[in-house]
């Protein structure tokens, strides 16, 4: 190296620091997520009014919960796309079972508990479904939860023409529909049910032996084999926690629109993707947390609150939505060669 | 005047020459034997010649230019075409389109379209010249590993190549594949091609080569034509090298309890009829050529292939379904040959790569919470042991470390566990000098602390500095067992090489036969 | 080693047998359905679909995927309803080939120079796709005028318009991957990127390339499909980039790179439309057609990775040859 090319770099190594420990901080996201609201804020000051808050806050919950599944799948380098039938069915599922109109359980005490418990059901067995074909049968995850989705989501529409012939399972029990609203000193319920899982998930990811397992099986999986790891059950695992995840999700989205319909959370499968990734989460596993995630799914539905308030069109909603997803892939691809380097 | 000449080649690898001056001349219509240990340099000087590695000192002429290959393109438009022991082909394509990826005949010469024709035609003549009686747009895919490798030749034949470099050629060819090859070089030969060939068959690079360079330690040690150099003279040029490196006192010496036996192990294809006893307190080496099975033997040994008879017992107690776990949880550790691939999660801290294989141990009862302070303090214990040098011995990433480093938290991954049978696979592989002695010395704890070794290396020095006894592998088969006392470089290297000098390999009577 | 044979040559040949069974159940359910005039029905329905996964093909050789393709789809169709409206097919079609094509290369762009995985730089360039779409259409509906829409009944020498596209395409394409450089190139960095570079094959461009096809594709099947439906509602063409990926799976393209072609492409996506057809043929519920759909896509993939689990254990390295029983 010459001396001149030294010197350059003596000078843009103080820059570089900084650019380095920006880029590597776990609080990118959050930070930018912040950065953003102040930067709105002059253009659309209800922003930081108390209804709007919580509206992001709400519009948060549900898919908080669904990007929490996928972050797990995400860490053991899988993708699930099978997550939007999976709200779909388990709210047509759920709601055939408490239905007031002719539903299995319709009256009954137990129609509640029974039908969230349907609906959770529904997610695991999906989830073990692609878990299963992942692998026992070798298949690529990207296909087989491609197939399940498109499978899911027809025989959610399916089902719900042998209980209604409206596109939707209305007239859900006043108990269900006070879950999904009423609060516990304050805090609205739903809000509990996503601290639940969300602590949940980060208990397992960051303290559990499961958690260290996922992480080794993204990482490098024929060495967390050769250590003892057994691979494919926790594949599995990511899957089936992916699938109850959806199905918790569905249990609020259901409640929130008090009515269990086909149609909920088909246009979300994208949004919860980008979200998980944007977070800082890797596609090509080993990488993820479930705070990155809150980063991630903040960050989005920032955008999107704002977006609307600005009265901007869905065209911008949409193309912006797709532009920060890209700059947080170039980040991460950034990151990943700077990482390289040193 | 010399087709090609090599004078005084030098190359550096962190620091570190390995090759300290290699010279050697090749003339058109000859073939030159390039023999030596594993890590004697034949491969770094055939990469510097191919274009792969740029060399750090020394000159190359070619037809008395000099010569000074870019790349493995560069090197190959000058007329040298090395074919490595892992094919550049792709098997999804045909013979014919292998052979002209980069080089299309196209219609009218400019049009985008491929001249199928006149490729076919093309592709007939180089196949014909190899003995390739496939028709050309068979894939590549359905072709055995010799077809394939003349396919490589006819490859270096449509460019025209002066100089073709083999790099062990006939590892995974049939004798009568390798039979075969021979023929093609003869008649490649004979129209004025130039050839260095380099093997581990001593016997077929008698048989093939007229002249003979013997490398070891980066440096020439011996060479002349090939009638003049016996197979026994080959060898002790080899391994007359002087030990240079010190092994730890032993300060232990085996027992007579085993702690793994191993009873007619086999596998169709992979290995045969494998019986090994490993005492506690005993370093039991394997030795053997690259490809000889030892590395495979290893990982069924640890449940991670299958195998078809035999039994794997440890501690008198056989495992009933072999698997990581199952090993682990009667008292096995692997450390595999693969560090980056299978032993490391590279962009994983050094703490979490020392848990892996132990996390059972410091769950809690019901929910399985990681005790992290007592998993804490035992990993930095652990790493202590082994000591471990790092900038942050609990959170620098694996892959911050050195390569000695790094094999010490492999290594510390198992010492976590407290096992009783060690199977390591090249422990010392791609590691400074300083760092294999202390992983000499950790493996000397080890036995001493009454646990068995099983240890794989293709280094002799290695193995007669360190165990007790010590396998010759060959051809999946144990060949050889030596004791301490009667290890003699010489004797192994010809029990690992012995089958194959051999002329009537089994494979060859049976197909004869069929 | 026989019977591996022959569990092999089933496996390879299970996605025909699929097809032919398919045939059986609807020939005998329905006597309209093997019908020259259902099969044309079923070939110009089959056209947009199968076109998109030509493109999508080339992409899924190199080992990559293009998320985009419907919101190219939408966004070339948009731009040709505003501003092409008055324009002749033949210039409409270039036009938006290179919409789609230009698309492709932003793609590439990213994919390619900034080495973001293909998944995640897709799946963001589909929603600034819809995005410039709805801007462009202003989030209203597009209609379009009659030189478009007579397409859709037009015929050239007795065949309809559509299938005339489908053909070319296929054949262009078909020709391209078989029979030029470039293709066979496409091949070799889909089965091993690295050995292809280290051949001297300039695998960059070659990656860029496959882009521009596939959004190129997409631009042609947005028009195939727009003479179809007449009019682009905000929702135009959404989730076809599943449709495609999957025609081009059961049609035997590996995800993984390397394998399959346009044939088994156009095989998949006339496949799952003859299935939907013979659903409508026999009135089954219309409910039941994704159901049917997916499974047939499952079964097909699940063949697949049955095959490549076998081929995998047949080419693993062996150190001893084994003496036969004599």
Redesign the interface.
């Known amino acids: 190296m010459t001396a001149t090319s030294l010197e350059t770099e003596a000078r843009s190594s103080g820059m570089r620091r900084f650019v380095r420990r920006v880029l590597f901080s776990e609080y990118l996201v959050l930070w930018l997520s912040v950065l953003y609201f102040l930067a709105v804020l002059p253009f659309v000051p209800q922003m930081a009014s108390v209804e709007v808050l919580r509206n992001i806050l709400s519009d948060m919950l549900p898919l908080l919960v669904v990007a929490i599944g996928q972050t797990f799948v995400l860490i053991v380098a899988g993708?699930d796309l099978s997550v939007t039938s999976i709200i779909a069915m388990a709210s047509v599922v759920g709601a055939s079972v408490m239905t007031g109109d002719g539903g299995y359980l319709a009256g009954s005490p137990l129609a509640v508990p029974a039908a969230m418990l349907a609906m959770v059901t529904v997610g695991l067995a999906i989830g073990a479904f692609n878990g299963f074909?992942i692998t026992r049968?070798?298949?690529?995850p990207?296909?087989?939860t491609?197939?399940?989705?498109?499978?899911f989501?027809?025989?959610a529409?399916?089902f719900t023409?042998f209980h209604t012939t409206t596109s939707s399972i209305a007239n859900l029990p006043h108990g269900f529909v006070v879950l999904g609203q009423g609060n516990i000193g304050g805090v609205p319920n739903s809000l509990w049910v996503v601290l639940a899982v969300g602590i949940l998930a980060h208990?397992v990811l960051a303290?559990?032996?499961?958690g260290?397992?996922l992480?080794?099986c993204g990482?490098?999986r024929?060495?967390?084999?050769?250590?003892?790891?057994?691979v494919r059950k926790v594949i599995a695992a990511a899957f089936l926690i992916s699938g109850a995840c959806a199905a918790v999700a569905s249990i609020l989205y259901t409640g929130r629109l008090q009515t269990g319909t086909p149609i909920l959370g088909q246009t979300i499968l994208?949004d919860i993707?980008?979200a998980v990734?944007i977070g800082g989460t890797s596609?090509?596993g080993?990488?993820g947390k479930v705070v990155w995630t809150v980063f991630g799914v903040l960050f989005l539905v920032l955008i999107d609150t704002s977006l609307k308030m600005l009265g901007l069109?869905?065209?911008?909603?949409?193309?912006?939505?797709?532009?920060v997803?890209?700059l947080a892939?170039?980040i991460?691809?950034?990151r990943t060669?700077f990482a390289a380097r040193? | 005047m010399a087709l090609l000449e090599c004078e005084n080649l030098r190359k550096s690898f962190f620091g570190v020459e390995v090759l300290h001056g290699v010279s050697f001349s090749l003339d058109r219509g000859r073939v030159l034997g390039l023999v030596g240990e594993n890590g004697s340099g034949k491969s770094t000087t055939m990469n510097i010649l191919g274009g792969v590695l740029p060399r750090d000192g020394g000159r190359i002429r070619l037809e008395g230019a000099e010569f000074d290959p870019r790349g493995p393109k560069d090197a190959l438009a000058g007329g040298i075409a090395f074919i490595h022991q892992e094919l550049n082909l792709f098997e999804n394509l045909s013979i014919e389109e292998n052979l002209f990826i980069t080089g299309f005949p196209r219609l009218g010469g400019a049009l985008p379209f491929i001249n199928r024709g006149r490729m076919r035609r093309r592709a007939r003549e180089l196949l014909e010249q190899v003995d390739i009686r496939h028709p050309p747009g068979t894939p590549v895919g359905s072709l055995s590993q010799g077809e394939r490798q003349l396919v490589e030749i006819a490859k270096a034949l449509s460019v025209d190549a002066k100089v073709i470099i083999f790099d062990e050629p006939t590892t995974s060819l049939t004798r009568r594949e390798a039979d075969r090859l021979f023929g093609i070089i003869e008649r490649l030969r004979r129209r004025g091609i130039a050839m260095i060939y380099i093997s581990h068959v001593l016997a077929d690079v008698t048989r093939i080569c007229d002249d003979i360079t013997v490398l070891r330690d980066g440096a020439v040690v011996g060479g002349g034509p090939a009638a003049q150099m016996p197979t026994e003279r080959m060898i002790s040029l080899m391994v007359g090298r002087t030990l240079d490196q010190l092994f730890p006192e032993r300060t232990c010496t085996p027992t007579a309890t085993p702690v793994l036996e191993v009873r007619g192990v086999s596998q169709p294809g992979v290995v045969h009829e494998i019986d090994l006893t490993l005492h506690a307190g005993e370093v039991l080496g394997i030795a053997g050529l690259m490809g000889a099975g030892r590395s495979e033997l290893a990982r069924i040994l640890f449940g991670l292939d299958s195998f078809h008879g035999g039994t794997i017992a440890v501690d008198g107690t056989v495992i009933e379904k072999p698997s990581p776990r199952t090993c682990m949880e009667h008292g096995m550790a692997f450390l595999t040959e693969d560090r980056r691939g299978e032993g490391l999660m590279m962009h994983a801290t050094i703490t979490d790569n020392i848990a892996l294989a132990s996390l059972d141990e410091y769950a809690s009862p019901w929910a399985r919470f990681i005790e992290r302070t007592r998993l804490g303090d035992e990993v930095g214990r652990i790493g202590q042991k082994v000591r471990l040098r790092a900038a942050d011995p609990v959170a620098a990433l694996a892959r911050s470390l050195s390569g000695g480093n790094q094999q010490k938290v492999v290594l510390a991954k198992w010492l976590l566990r407290n096992p009783k049978v060690f199977i390591l696979d090249e422990p010392t592989r791609g590691i400074d000098v300083g760092a294999k002695f202390e992983i000499y010395k950790i493996i000397d704890t080890l036995v001493a602390g009454g646990a068995g070794v099983l240890m794989i290396s293709s280094e002799m020095e290695e193995l007669m500095g360190l165990c007790d006894r010590i396998l010759v592998m060959n051809h999946g088969e144990i060949q050889a067992e030596y004791s301490r006392g009667e290890f003699d470089s010489g004797r192994i290297l010809e029990a690992a090489m012995k089958r194959k000098t051999s002329a009537a390999a089994p494979g060859a009577i049976a197909e004869k036969v069929a | 080693m026989n019977t591996v044979r022959l569990r092999l040559a089933l496996l390879r040949n299970a996605p025909v047998a699929l097809f032919v069974v398919v045939l059986a159940v609807f020939g005998s359910l329905s006597d309209r359905f093997l019908d020259v005039q259902n099969f044309t029905n079923i070939l110009i329905q089959a056209s947009h679909i199968a076109i998109l996964g030509i493109g999508m093909t080339f992409v899924l050789l190199t080992a990559g995927i293009d998320l985009s393709v419907g919101a190219v789809m939408y966004l070339s169709v948009a731009l040709l309803g505003i501003y092409l409206a008055d324009a002749s097919p033949i210039l409409a079609v270039p036009a938006m080939m290179a919409v789609g094509a230009l698309f492709g290369l932003v793609n590439a762009f990213f994919v390619v120079r900034l080495r973001v995985a293909a998944f995640i730089v897709t799946l963001a360039t589909l929603f600034i796709g819809r995005g410039l779409a709805l801007w462009v259409t202003e989030t209203r509906m597009v209609f379009y005028k009659d030189q478009i829409l007579s397409l859709a009944r037009a015929e050239f020498l007795g065949v309809p318009w559509a299938i005339w596209v489908f053909a070319i395409v296929f054949a262009v394409a078909w020709i391209v991957l078989n029979h030029t450089p470039f293709g066979r190139q496409v091949y070799a960095v889909g089965e091993n990127p690295d050995a292809a570079a280290k051949a001297g094959i300039n695998v960059p461009l070659v990656l860029t390339t496959v882009y521009a096809v596939s959004g190129a594709c997409a631009g042609i099947a947005g028009f195939v499909s727009i003479t179809q439906v007449g009019a682009a509602a905000s929702s135009f063409a959404m989730e076809k980039e599943f449709a495609a990926v999957a025609a081009s799976v059961l049609g035997g393209v590996s995800l993984f790179g390397g394998r399959g072609g346009v044939a088994g492409t156009v095989f998949g996506a006339v496949l799952i439309q003859t299935v939907q057809n013979g659903l409508v043929i026999v009135n089954a519920d219309p409910y039941i057609y994704p159901l049917v759909t997916s499974s047939i896509i499952f079964v097909a993939v699940f063949v697949d990775s049955q095959r490549s689990r076998i081929l995998e254990r047949l080419g693993r390295r062996r150190i001893r040859i084994e003496e036969r029983p004599v």
Do not use: E, H
């Open positions: 993708i074909c049968l070798g298949m690529p990207f296909i087989v491609l197939t399940t989705m498109m499978f989501s027809g025989a529409i399916w023409t208990i303290r559990t032996v499961l260290r397992r992480y080794a990482q490098n024929r060495a967390a084999a050769v250590s003892g790891v057994p994208l993707i980008g990734v596609l090509f080993g990488k069109s869905l065209f911008s909603v949409f193309a912006i939505k797709g532009a997803i890209l892939a170039v991460d691809a950034v060669r040193i």
